[in-house]
């Protein structure tokens, strides 16, 4: 424990995501002893950044403006809709350059231990859109894990229509990965994905 304001900072850093107790400890001290660091810059970003971004009216993704970047571009194809859990999942998609539909950010996956149910996300939102839009393919991309399956298999049971191809996004082995370090379940997801070689 350091005295006062150095602690606050420390357990300030701490309350951020992904962020434990030493790394904030090691971004406090970052920031005390680099004298070249700009905290007046930084606390101006934060601050413009709390009053001028919002979330995109139409998908949820982050924006300046009331529709985002993405929803504004008449490229691309807003017959796919690929609904992801959180904003950040878009940039990983979008870095890919393999998607050119159109996204949904639900804003989280159901996780009843953390007391967020179907009630909880963006669901009718999406409803909304499948309802007043041509869509002819809906991607379910949430996170492989206990709550993003959770999630996935709402989705899948809710969105089920005649004209309407609901998919999930395949997940398996990574590119790199040693077979003995799989688990169970990532192996197992790694055969039912096969493929052909051709």
Do not use: W
Not at 5 to 11: G, H, K, P, W
Not at 160 to 173: E, F, H, K
Request: proline share 5%; net charge negative; glycine share 10%.
């Amino acid at each position: 424990m350091y005295e006062g304001i150095v602690q606050d900072l420390i357990d300030e850093l701490g309350k951020l995501p992904g962020i434990g107790p030493k790394s904030a400890q090691r971004i406090a001290f970052h920031i005390l002893q680099t004298e070249s660091f700009d905290t007046t810059r930084l606390a101006e970003i934060l601050t413009v950044v709390r009053e001028k971004v919002k979330f995109c009216q139409v998908c949820g993704n982050v924006s300046e403006q009331d529709t985002c970047a993405i929803c504004r571009d008449p490229r691309r194809n807003g017959a796919v809709i690929c609904v992801v859990e959180e904003a950040k999942d878009v940039v990983a998609i979008e870095r890919t350059r393999e998607f050119r539909g159109l996204y949904h950010v639900l804003g989280g996956a159901i996780s009843p231990i953390d007391g967020i149910g179907p009630d909880d996300l963006r669901i009718p939102q999406l409803l909304k859109r499948l309802a007043s839009t041509e869509v002819t393919e809906v991607i379910i991309a949430t996170d492989p894990n206990l709550e993003g399956e959770a999630t996935a298999t709402y989705l899948t049971r809710l969105l089920v229509q005649p004209g309407l191809r609901v998919t999930r996004l395949a997940s398996g082995l990574p590119v790199g990965g040693d077979l003995e370090y799989a688990d169970e379940v990532t192996l197992g997801r790694a055969f039912e994905g096969r493929r052909v070689v051709e």
